[in-house]
């Protein structure tokens, strides 16, 4: 089998990867939403780190409550440079968590800074991206995500 | 003016702004996101974008008016500007915010003051041009024709 996708690999409604995109930049969210949902993935927005852990069962009146549960989604795609809690930051949270270790995280950024980069991708990051995005980065994840439903 | 004069018009005119700096890559991207069930699409995302915009360059002002400065303040407010300037495809104005982070690195309010006044003026061209091409953009649509690519 190829590493290629087609665009018209047809999915059924319920098969659509669930992604969830936070960033502090309303035109980024905007832009990442349409992105995302061109490739048909269903998403969900969040606007900085608190409301994405929130969402992600994980905010801090939500202890345990995530004991035994499935993960709500399939990818978090993140911003890195976020005011209170950065990208990184979320992204060990998201690893600590027994529930959610396992879902990809990707991590965006509008700078090219090699550190930063290795320091996600060490942290457990599936990938880094550089913004803006272009519809070529998103169908790349798209393609990944299916391959991981295998 | 008729239809076909319209689009060559409108043809003409977006050209322009690529060629003098005011548009880039990243807007050709916006276009191509924009579809039926979206049709507005661009014009919604370049709305926020002006907004924001606005929003922060009344920010900046009142950040760069201080008796003490807070850069960082100064820092963080530009560099959500330079982000959406990019994302939008509004390349004078994110060149701009990237001198405007330097001098905010060196705490440089003069730099900062000076880069303040280029930001407003290459938004308010920016604004001005993109608000042109929407107006003859819906002229062709109410004349019952298509934006050419």
Do not use: W
Request: charged share 25%; net charge negative; hydrophobic share 35%.
């Amino acid at each position: 089998m190829d590493g290629g996708c087609s665009d018209d690999m047809t999915t059924e409604i319920g098969d659509e990867p669930h992604v969830l995109a936070v960033d502090d930049n309303l035109i980024d969210r905007k832009l990442v939403e349409k992105l995302l949902k061109n490739s048909s993935c269903k998403v969900t927005t969040a606007e900085n780190g608190l409301r994405a852990l929130e969402y992600l069962g994980l905010g801090s009146d939500q202890r345990n409550a995530m004991e035994g549960t499935v993960s709500k989604v399939n990818l978090i795609i993140t911003d890195y440079c976020m005011p209170g809690m950065t990208g990184y930051e979320l992204l060990k949270k998201i690893k600590e968590s027994s529930v959610l270790r396992e879902v990809p995280v990707v991590i965006m950024s509008s700078e090219n800074v090699p550190t930063r980069i290795s320091q996600c991708l060490q942290e457990g990051a599936q990938m880094f991206m550089l913004k803006p995005l272009k519809q070529s980065d998103v169908k790349q994840l798209k393609c990944y995500l299916m391959k991981c439903r295998g | 003016m008729d239809l076909v004069q319209l689009q060559r018009q409108l043809v003409e005119y977006r050209t322009s702004l690529y060629h003098e700096g005011f548009l880039d890559e990243q807007y050709t991207q916006l276009q191509e996101l924009q579809d039926e069930n979206n049709p507005d699409f661009v014009v919604e995302v370049v709305s926020l974008f002006f907004e924001d915009s606005e929003r922060l360059l009344n920010e900046l002002t009142k950040a760069l008016e201080q008796q003490s400065i807070d850069f960082k303040r100064v820092d963080a407010h530009v560099h959500q500007l330079k982000g959406s300037s990019s994302s939008i495809g509004a390349q004078r104005v994110q060149k701009v915010c990237i001198a405007f982070r330097n001098y905010c690195e060196e705490q440089n309010v003069e730099g900062c003051l000076k880069c303040l006044q280029q930001v407003r003026h290459e938004y308010s061209l920016v604004k001005t041009k993109l608000e042109s091409m929407f107006q003859l953009e819906q002229q062709i649509l109410s004349a019952g024709g298509s934006i050419p690519m």
